[in-house]
């Protein structure tokens, strides 16, 4: 069991000083904890940046999808670009859709099933990376608070043998190792918590991304169905 050597009375309670008085178990916890809050961090903000480039790239698909411009001139601008969100599902849709004629589709049921398929790939993929990543903010939530107390149960049990080798239960002898070990707890709160909110709250925004791309894979399905049907009769006149 690792030793603890107890501060004098009066002794320094900074955060540092705790730290570096703690046990090597208890200061590996605290730093364990910190790189995670740190990570956490770097996920919330590029997350949060993330989103927000997402919905200003929607915004600008829709107004030139819905601007009259036609579908073959829309595929011939995207089609080489490294497209993403509704542009990825349009493409991909767009793809398949020349693929199954230059072939010589036969089966309208068979292209719009195709189609269909097609973009709900595409919208997988894109729902893979907007939520990429999101699982080690819910790890870190769930975890954090408990290896905080693991870090402080150790470092009381080694504060208590220091207190019981020492043959004194003073306040001032004793409050600098409760102080250590707490802080460990402290640390876990500090990255569990926003961790949580971010979670939540970045779950949400990426599930309303979705329901917008998803809301047009739908009625881009409708437009191509209709395109469909309408080759159909030409043919069958």
């Not at 000083?17 to 200061?27: D, H, T, Y």
């Not at 497209?83 to 990825?88: E, K, L, V």
């Not at 460990?184 to 939540?200: E, F, K, Q, R, S």
């Amino acid at each position: 069991m690792e030793t603890l050597t107890l501060a004098a009375p009066g002794g320094e309670l900074s955060l540092w000083a705790l730290f570096w008085q703690a046990g090597w178990v208890v200061k590996l916890v605290m730093i364990g904890l910190l790189a995670a809050s740190i990570w956490t961090w770097a996920i919330i903000i590029d997350k949060a940046l993330a989103y927000a480039r997402a919905r200003r790239a929607l915004d600008r698909f829709e107004e030139t999808f819905w601007s009259g411009q036609s579908l073959e001139e829309l595929y011939r601008t995207l089609a080489d670009r490294k497209t993403s969100g509704m542009g990825a599902i349009f493409v991909s849709a767009m793809r398949e859709w020349k693929k199954s004629f230059e072939k010589g589709a036969r089966s309208p049921i068979q292209l719009q099933t195709r189609i269909d398929k097609a973009m709900d790939l595409a919208l997988t993929r894109e729902m893979e990376k907007l939520e990429g990543r999101l699982g080690f903010l819910a790890s870190i939530g769930s975890s954090a608070p408990f290896i905080g107390l693991f870090g402080t149960v150790v470092g009381i049990m080694t504060s208590f043998q220091a207190i019981a080798g020492s043959k004194s239960t003073n306040l001032a002898v004793v409050a600098p190792g409760i102080a250590e070990a707490l802080l460990a707890t402290a640390m876990g709160l500090l990255a569990a918590i926003p961790a949580v909110i971010a979670y939540n709250k970045l779950s949400s925004d990426a599930a309303k991304l979705g329901n917008r791309m998803e809301g047009f894979a739908d009625e881009f399905s409708a437009i191509l169905s209709r395109q469909i049907d309408e080759k159909v009769l030409h043919k069958a006149a």
